[in-house]
């Protein structure tokens, strides 16, 4: 079963401060996905990046970085957070036309 | 972008009752992918089912390409498949909005 790890599990930020999630895989997937979730949206796209180096723009990235400076790692990075980006960030791992792996999310409060 | 489909939205059943939950998409499909979801947890994968009928115990997948269209269906339901069941396509996937199932004892 692939492994994919958040941290952190909890965050609470205040406006305009940066905050950092980060997201570990353990199964050699090529390709990583960040999504947010919230009532009435679902889950949506944020950044999501196919390899190490590359990063590419979801559905809503306006507001968010990304990073993915190893296979294994893929970062998603908030460098003026605000209130509305407070929700629940799932990062995910998989390959090309397989299953898709989440984490257990990391829930961000944004003050 | 895709559009993606859920229905219904939601559910409630009696225990043992049969439930099928359906997905329809805008765009012809190469993969995918079924999640079940607690309240506040994570996604857990039920079925990768890009094409045909798969089965996982009391859960069925059927994916029909040429009509867009993939159901998941639960027998015998039990109080523990009470959540939402998503369903996604082709990565980087987008999602459906989710069906919340609620199974009464």
């Known amino acids: 079963e692939a492994a994919v790890t958040q941290s952190p599990r909890n965050k609470v930020a205040v406006t305009g401060g940066k905050v950092t999630l980060s997201c570990n895989q353990t199964n050699n997937h090529n390709n990583m996905y960040w999504y947010r979730q919230d009532t009435g949206h679902g889950l949506r796209l944020i950044h999501y990046s196919y390899g190490a180096g590359s990063t590419e723009k979801g559905d809503i990235p306006d507001g968010y970085k990304a990073s993915r400076p190893s296979q294994e790692n893929f970062s998603l990075i908030l460098e003026l957070a605000t209130p509305s980006q407070t929700s629940v960030y799932f990062c995910a791992s998989g390959d090309h036309s397989s299953a898709l792996y989440f984490g257990a999310g990391t829930r961000l409060s944004v003050l | 972008g895709q559009q993606v489909q859920q229905s219904p939205a939601s559910l409630v059943l009696q225990e043992g009752e049969n439930a099928e939950l359906q997905c329809n998409f805008s765009?012809?499909?190469?993969?995918m992918q079924w999640f079940y979801q607690r309240p506040g947890g994570s996604l857990v994968s039920l079925f990768y089912?890009?094409?045909g009928t798969k089965h996982s115990g009391r859960l069925t997948s059927t994916t029909v390409i040429k009509e867009r269209r993939s159901s998941l269906h639960i027998s015998s339901s039990q109080t523990t498949d009470s959540g939402t069941y998503l369903c996604?396509?082709?990565?980087?996937?987008?999602f459906g909005k989710g069906a919340k199932l609620t199974v009464s004892p």
């Open positions: 089912n890009p094409s």
């Open positions: 765009t012809s499909l190469n993969s």
């Open positions: 996604a396509l082709e990565a980087p996937l987008s």
